[in-house]
């Protein structure tokens, strides 16, 4: 939400710890309530093809041809962050037109080993930093962009 909200308000910096940027790459039981809560009446296929800029930031960026300040905050442990979220992301922005504005974004990795559960290992790493490191990189973030 932070990544679309900033997209909308310009000049504002969305600083986000491990974001969805796209939702089809979550788990796939909150993805099913998201739309179900959403949008009862309609099927999964119909949701992406009516509404791809509400799933995919990548899209909603290309919709609005603007990117907003970034600052993206990810535990490099969690695999299926790393692998379906913030690669994907990298690449959408590498690939946007000449005529979207892009801001600064800037990815700040750190290592935190948290083991997920053992049905799903692979979101191990996916919990945020705890109130001080926030406070941290809240301040982190206002030096960066200033």
């Known amino acids: 939400m932070s990544l679309i909200l900033a997209g909308f308000i310009k000049n504002t910096i969305a600083f986000v710890n491990s974001p969805q940027t796209c939702l089809l790459k979550w788990l796939p039981v909150p993805v099913k309530h ?3 809560h959403s949008y009862p009446k309609m ?7 009516k509404f791809p800029e509400r799933i995919n930031i990548i899209h909603f960026y290309k919709h609005i041809n603007y990117v907003p300040k970034i600052y993206y905050l990810q535990n490099a442990y969690c695999e299926l962050d790393v692998n379906d979220h913030v690669i994907p992301f990298i690449n959408g922005i590498r690939e946007m037109g000449s005529d979207c504005t892009v801001n600064k974004v800037i990815l ?3 290592y ?3 083991p997920g559960p053992s049905v799903l290992p692979s979101i191990g790493g996916h919990g945020a930093v705890s109130k001080q490191e926030t406070l941290k990189y809240i301040n982190k973030v206002k030096s960066e962009f200033n």
Not at 43 to 49: G, H, P, R, T, Y
């Open 43 to 49: 099927s999964e296929k119909e949701i992406v093809e």
């Open 34 to 36: 998201v739309f179900n």
């Open 108 to 110: 700040d990795f750190y």
């Open 112 to 114: 935190d080993v948290q």
